[in-house]
């Protein structure tokens, strides 16, 4: 069954500095990843997501994510950290049924202090 | 705004009420999908639909939950006789045939006192 964690309940980081957010997934094959991020009573924004090609994959907002086979990971990061990207942060898996739904990690809250 | 959009976005009922929510999604979009999410805790997958079909139900989904997306378009979740353990934001999400990302409404947040 396919499943995904994240490790840290929270990740605290000073703005302007990197920030990284971890993912570490379980599929059989080759997986489709996706970093989601929840501003409080919202929905998910989709952010990037990984399904084939080059490792490193830009997304919105600056956001970015290395895919790594070998160590079964798919970290978010950001080269520089805004008291904005303050929220919360899911990394998803797409199953690999017809269906195309996803399963999401138990997410990570990002505080990012000025 | 051409996003998917959910109605009503609150919903405070007493348990053994019926409720129904309501989720519009892209208009060009075939696959429409809803989850629940408590707090603390990433979504889970409930039901999908691809065009009027119905595929497929998660265990989740118990006989007092069923879904509809009549003629493809808009979709509704009823919970009847709710539980105050059915208290949990609903999301509803749709995505593009063939197309990866979902993209979610802004929830329901059903409260059952």
Not at chain 1, 74 to 96: E, T
Not at chain 1, 99 to 107: A, D, E, P, R
Not at chain 2, 74 to 91: H, K, N, P, V, W
Request: glycine share 8%; proline share 5%; net charge neutral.
């Amino acid at each position: 069954a396919q499943s995904v964690a994240q490790p840290e309940d929270q990740v605290n980081v000073a703005e302007g500095n990197p920030l990284t957010v971890k993912c570490t997934y379980s599929v059989s094959g080759n997986p489709y990843l996706f970093w989601y991020v929840q501003y409080p009573n919202r929905g998910l924004q989709f952010l990037l997501k990984y399904i084939t090609g080059d490792n490193l994959v830009k997304g919105s907002y600056g956001f970015e994510a290395e895919f790594n086979k070998s160590q079964t990971s798919f970290h978010l990061k950001k080269p520089s950290a805004l008291v904005s990207d303050s929220a919360l942060y899911f990394c998803a898996v797409r199953d690999m049924s017809n269906t195309g739904k996803l399963i999401f990690g138990q997410g990570t809250t990002l505080q990012v202090k000025p | 705004d051409t996003g998917v959009s959910q109605d009503p976005r609150h919903k405070i009922t007493k348990r053994g009420q019926n409720v129904t929510f309501r989720c519009d999604p892209i208009s060009e979009h075939n696959r429409l999908y809803w989850y629940r999410q408590t707090l603390g805790q990433g979504p889970e997958f409930l039901t999908y639909f691809q065009n009027e079909a119905q595929l497929e139900k998660s265990r989740l989904l118990s006989d007092r939950f069923s879904a509809e997306r009549p003629k493809g378009s808009f979709s509704t979740l009823e919970i009847q006789r709710t539980e105050q353990g059915d208290s949990a934001m609903y999301l509803c999400a749709s995505s593009l045939w063939g197309d990866n990302e979902q993209f979610f409404g802004p929830g329901t947040r059903l409260t059952v006192l």
